[in-house]
């Protein structure tokens, strides 16, 4: 299988917030929203969602709003 060419995305792209009425966090980037416990789960299921898109999420978690 060929391997996928991936153009970095600065970490800065993602808007991470507290949700209102639930437990958990929520993770906002390029029309893809993914929940985790905390900033840092919802940070690498986000890494995961981007991937598809041929995108790669470089640098650390930013910080939750």
């Known amino acids: 299988m060929a391997k996928k060419n991936l153009e970095k995305l600065n970490a800065g ?3 991470i ?3 209102k009425n639930r437990r958990g966090y929520a993770a906002l980037c390029m029309n893809n929203l993914t929940e985790g ?12 969602a981007v991937k598809r898109s041929g ?4 640098g650390s978690v930013p910080k939750a709003r």
């Open 17 to 19: 917030f507290k949700i």
């Open 37 to 48: 416990r905390s900033p840092a789960q919802a940070f690498e299921r986000m890494a995961k």
């Open 55 to 58: 995108f790669l999420l470089a």
């Open 13 to 15: 792209r993602v808007s």
